[in-house]
């Protein structure tokens, strides 16, 4: 008899269907031949400091570094009635072997070990691996189980990363957050890791960045050009221009340009070299769920956590989508003979009727910029599955994101887009050689992680004469996969990109001049396509080539932790989102400024426990060598800590208290006129049973000790409102609506 153990229970109910298993047992479906049961999540998790030695309960800085010889295991709290069936279920005697079908990567691995290592199971494991939950997916996932075995080395990896995790986290929070508190003995929890430091240090940086900018008056001179006659069409702008740079320091200067320039013009402006070129721009590669959460947050505004959510619902519960926690923008070179089926599934919904049937019509044969197995792990890029969805079954924002992938998708195996580019160099004034070019035909731009533009130093003095002007244009000459876009993807030719009237080398142009005023600006605070760009491509400037190697394709964090991440900063107010904003706060930046050990807030640490991390999985390095390291690490950590000064915004900074219910969004101050004398916010005297949770769509609104949350809380829903936000108490049902309807814009 056979035990099959899943992620979750919508998953485990989709398993059970396909295999045509309908008896209900509890905690379990259940049939002749088999059991489904499932996990929440993490069902077992690394046991606390006090569980190894009773010195490790109190705080204290003497009784660091924790280093346990061995780890041990217990349930978590949320979810020790499920594990209570699972376990039995894996000590169960009638079962011969079980299926481990978490999620296939390795933490749904890592799920699975912990329960049945605790569970104390012997069965034989064999392994689940599939990329989509759609009836055929699953069916052939189960005609080709793998053993259990083959997934050891990815296990080691699994349990080598969650235990340095323990090890780092728990012993740098402990000693930083000692080492800070006041007299009292009290302070905030300083909570340190190997993703969520780098990242804090990543928004701090650009904080300094902003608060230290002086900004600095320049000027600039635009001309004004006219072709010919006083037809439309034939007048253009282009600004002065001295080998690539524009800047001049004074007024005086751009006002003697200016001058120099009108006494020019009898002689008049001269198109002195015209450059005119066709480029192509290839369609953006496939989905991972990094780069749609960039798009997504771009385009409509959604949260990192607010797109995964949605791209999980249309993976789980619609089966429109293959699995989102993927970091491959490509697919294996199998899957190319399921492509017809593909298109002429999307062919059949009227939005995409028109791009998918040609594509039946005439098979397209991408290459490796589609099919690269190369560039395929654990999973492939985000795809759609083929299966239409219920009518009416997404809602606006699932709508949005299947969107977003399906006409990825389409586009993939469109043409290039091509464009007409044209350079033209006006001179004004006589004489002079060409100038040095700095920069000629700007080409077509994809998104740039690196959104700081470079200083540009500004003239104390004239250069001589002849000026010049420079003009660029682009005009798009055949859409291509754009079509199936609907919109070009990323920068289009940069700020100077227009369309120019038709002229030839040699023609005298009319022209009048103006100087402009303008400012320097600061770099721009994150946002959270910027955050998540940087975290993606973070190790990039690390010196040591191997290092680098290793985070070329991973950054900080993976995509199915980032949005994570970002969320665990703003719960413990290292950082604050103020709109589409994301801003270091007072204690973030004290944090990183304080902390004597470089590498907890480098990617460096990151790149090197990657780079090991994906040797172990592949059986090329041991789980002893590398959690032998991890120990001297901390050792030499804390040592660091123990021995740095205290920082005095740290010190003084209040205390968090952590809440009864989980966080979706920033933790608001307590307001005194909301209090009670026990210290707790007295929850507004109106109903909230009858309010859908935004987040999940299935609960409804509860009242907890300080904020409103979901009732299915214990399920892992993690919506939240304060009934104090920003100082502000929530006092009318009116203004709760509001934030409800706020969720996620």
């Known amino acids: 008899m056979q035990l099959i153990v899943a992620e979750k229970p919508s998953v485990a109910r989709d398993i059970a269907r396909v295999l045509g298993v309908r008896g209900q047992g509890h905690g379990s479906l259940e049939s002749r031949e088999r059991v489904v049961t499932w996990c929440v999540g993490h069902l077992v998790e690394l046991d ?36 209570n069936v699972v376990q039995r279920l894996l000590t169960d005697k009638r079962f011969t072997e079980v299926i481990n079908a978490c999620d296939a990567g390795r933490e749904g691995e890592l799920i699975f070990r912990y329960v049945f290592e605790l569970a104390g ?21 189960f005609a080709n189980l793998r053993p259990g075995v083959d997934y050891e080395p990815l296990a080691d990896a699994a349990r080598c990363r969650s235990e340095a995790d323990w090890l780092v986290g728990l012993n740098a929070t402990r000693a930083v957050t000692v080492r800070h508190r006041d007299g009292s003995g009290k302070s905030p929890l300083y909570s340190i890791g190997r993703v969520q ?16 900018f002086v900004a600095r008056d320049y000027w600039e001179l635009l001309g004004t050009f006219r072709v010919g006659g006083e037809k439309e069409g034939s007048k253009f702008t282009a600004p002065w221009s001295f080998e690539g740079r524009r800047r001049l320091a004074t007024a005086a200067l751009a006002d003697a340009l200016a001058a120099r320039t009108r006494s020019a013009t009898p002689s008049g402006g001269v198109v002195e070299k015209l450059k005119q070129k066709r480029i192509t721009e290839s369609p953006p590669p496939l989905f991972d769920l990094t780069t749609l959460q960039r798009t997504a947050n771009r385009r409509f505004g959604f949260s990192a956590e607010r797109t995964l959510q949605l791209a999980q619902a249309l993976y789980e519960r619609h089966k429109v989508l293959t699995y989102p926690r993927t970091d491959a923008r490509y697919l294996p070179m199998d899957m190319k003979a399921s492509m017809p089926s593909l298109f002429k599934s999307l062919g059949a919904i009227n939005e995409y009727a028109t791009f998918a049937l040609p594509l039946l019509k005439t098979p397209p044969n991408p290459g490796k910029r589609v099919f690269d197995d190369s560039k395929v792990s654990d999973h492939h890029a985000i795809i759609p599955t083929g299966k239409a969805a219920r009518e009416g079954g ?8 299947f969107d977003l992938v399906a006409r990825r998708f389409l586009g993939v195996f469109y043409p290039d887009a091509i464009f007409a580019v044209t350079e033209a160099v006006v001179r004004v004034g006589e004489g002079g050689a060409p100038p040095r070019v700095v920069k000629t035909i700007s080409e077509a731009k994809r998104f740039d992680s690196s959104d700081i533009e470079p200083e540009q130093e500004s003239f104390a003095a004239l250069p001589s004469a002849p000026d010049r002007f420079v003009a660029r244009g682009r005009i798009r000459v055949e859409a291509g996969w754009q079509t199936v876009a609907g919109f070009g993807d990323g920068k289009e030719g940069g700020d100077d990109a227009a369309d120019l009237p038709l002229m030839k080398e040699g023609d005298r142009l009319r022209a009048a001049f ?11 605070r994150h946002n959270e396509a910027s955050l998540l760009a940087a975290m993606e491509t973070a190790g990039r400037e690390i010196e040591d080539e191997s290092l680098r190697a290793a985070m070329k394709d991973s950054g900080l964090g993976t995509p199915a932790t980032r949005a994570s991440i970002i969320e665990t900063l703003i719960h413990r107010d290292f950082i604050r989102r103020d709109k589409k904003v994301l801003q270091a706060t007072d204690t973030g930046m004290a944090l990183i400024e304080a902390l004597p050990v470089a590498s907890l807030a480098s990617p460096e640490l990151t790149g090197s426990w990657e780079a090991r991390l994906t040797r172990i999985a592949r059986g090329l390095e041991t789980r002893v060598a590398f959690m032998k390291d991890i120990r001297a690490f901390v050792e030499e950590s804390v040592g660091a800590i123990r021995g740095a000064p205290r920082n005095r915004v740290m010190a003084g900074a209040r205390p968090t208290v952590e809440p009864t219910l989980p966080v979706a969004a920033k933790r608001a101050p307590q307001s005194a006129r909301n209090k009670e004398p026990s210290g707790e916010l007295k929850a507004p005297k109106f109903k909230v049973d009858d309010l859908v949770c935004p987040a999940c769509k299935q609960g409804h609104l509860i009242a907890g000790k300080r904020g409103w949350g979901c009732e299915r809380w214990k399920e892992g829903c993690k919506f939240v409102v304060w009934f104090d936000v920003g100082g502000v108490p929530v006092q009318r049902k009116a203004d709760l609506k509001k934030r409800i309807a706020e969720y996620g814009k």
């Open 48 to 83: 606390e400091p006090a569980s190894y030695d009773s010195r490790w309960k109190a705080w204290r800085m003497e009784s660091l570094p924790m280093l346990p010889e061995r780890f041990k295991l217990r349930p978590t709290a949320t979810a020790r009635d499920q594990f």
């Open 121 to 141: 199971c012997k069965l034989p494991i064999r392994r689940l691996w599939i990329s989509s939950m759609t009836d055929e997916a699953v069916s052939a996932g």
């Open 197 to 212: 430091t780098p990242t804090l240090a990543i928004l701090v940086e650009r904080e300094r960045a902003v608060t230290k």
């Open 394 to 401: 997404l809602d606006k924002d699932e709508s949005r994101i």
């Open 514 to 524: 103006e100087p402009q005023a303008k400012k320097t600006r600061p770099p721009p």
